[in-house]
């Protein structure tokens, strides 16, 4: 069995009993729901659940929606690509959010913070990225725009949370793979990129690296047999001869 989409190991038990009841529909909970996202981002644990709650919430009650809380929201799906979790979000965001606008924001966005719909869509164009498996230009655009730097700063460990799940995906359907071309998909070389390779059990041999056997990425054989029994046989064969009315 699967693990149930509204699962999170380890969601406090407050968290819980809101999710659980009517409270999950009461405003004043927001502030309850603020504090655990930027738990998740503290702590590298992530509960979609509990996030699409608090953005029904703010879709419900637009006064009460905080842009640095969304983009925070939207950053930490990202990092469990390619899960459709980024998708959910961007369901329960206001309309004028989600098309390109010069305009600014029509919630309160912290001291600083880039406008949220300019900060959706660049969060998007990453997410298209990495749904597509084009890494390289992944990097290639987060690293070329200084405003990414501040959408992430408040989830720990993001970069290494997405090299991980290119790892994954790597791991899925590979069996060996250029170690450059891993390097740029993972955007790190050297000995840094040496020790990411031990620690996750890739061996690097000479320009290659290979990709431990796993039941994702061993091709196997598939058998398929049909029990026909004959008198099923034998009308088919029947009717090839039967002259039509």
């Not at 300019?118 to 992944?138: C, M, P």
């Not at 040496?194 to 796993?214: A, I, Q, R, S």
Request: hydrophobic fraction near 40%; proline fraction near 5%.
């Amino acid at each position: 069995m699967g693990i149930p989409f509204d699962y999170a190991q380890d969601r406090p038990e407050n968290i819980e009993a809101i999710l659980n009841g009517l409270d999950r529909y009461n405003p004043e909970t927001t502030k309850i729901f603020e504090e655990y996202v930027l738990h998740q981002c503290e702590n590298k644990t992530y509960d979609c659940y509990a996030n699409l709650a608090l953005l029904k919430l703010y879709q419900f009650n637009p006064p009460l929606a905080r842009d640095e809380t969304i983009t925070n929201i939207l950053v930490k799906s990202l990092t469990v690509f390619p899960s459709p979790d980024f998708s959910l979000c961007l369901s329960l965001l206001p309309p004028h959010v989600l098309q390109k606008s010069t305009s600014t924001s029509h919630s309160n966005p912290a001291a600083g913070d880039a406008p949220l719909t300019e900060a959706v869509q660049k969060l998007n164009s990453l997410n298209n990225l990495l749904a597509s498996g084009d890494y390289t230009s992944f990097w290639n655009t987060y690293d070329g725009d200084d405003l990414f730097a501040d959408l992430v700063a408040d989830v720990a460990g993001f970069e290494d949370m997405i090299r991980l799940r290119i790892i994954l995906a790597v791991s899925q359907a590979w069996r060996d793979i250029s170690l450059e071309t891993l390097e740029e998909w993972l955007n790190v070389d050297g000995k840094d990129f040496e020790h990411l390779m031990g620690v996750v059990g890739f061996k690097v041999e000479g320009e290659t690296v290979k990709v431990p056997l796993n039941k994702e990425n061993e091709a196997k054989g598939t058998v398929i047999r049909e029990n026909v029994k004959f008198d099923q046989f034998n009308r088919v064969i029947r009717r090839a001869f039967e002259q039509p009315a």
